[in-house]
């Protein structure tokens, strides 16, 4: 992620910004409570995963669909908020190829079945 990352920088002429490690980094209020929202949504659907695997009336495609969901919406949001509200919109394609890399990284991870998981 770090090489790609340096390489979309050099090749966009994105600025680097220093952002906190293990913060949430939100551009605005709107963003902290969409992302917010996201996160509690996360959490009720991670009790229900649980609760549907204890009984096996789930299938580790299912989890991992919801998985790259999240994913997806997570990432989503926070990259057009880079792209609609900071002074340095190219941002949000770095957020993006982030998202890309670690969506193909968990279908690669399922696909492969590389967690030996009984995928039947």
Do not use: C
Request: aromatic share 12%; glycine share 2%.
């Amino acid at each position: 992620m770090y090489l790609i990352k340096r390489l979309l920088q050099s090749l966009f002429n994105i600025e680097k910004t220093k952002k906190k490690f293990f913060s949430y980094n939100h551009i605005n209020k709107s963003h902290a409570r969409i992302d917010w929202g996201l996160r509690l949504v996360t959490v009720v659907v991670n009790f229900i995963l649980i609760f549907l695997i204890s009984y096996e009336r789930i299938s580790i495609l299912s989890i991992s669909l919801v998985l790259v969901l999240i994913i997806i919406s997570d990432y989503l949001v926070r990259a057009f908020f880079e792209w609609r509200y900071t002074d340095n919109p190219k941002e949000a394609i770095l957020t993006i190829s982030d998202m890309v890399i670690l969506l193909v990284s968990v279908i690669l991870v399922f696909g492969m079945n590389l967690l030996n998981l009984n995928v039947s």
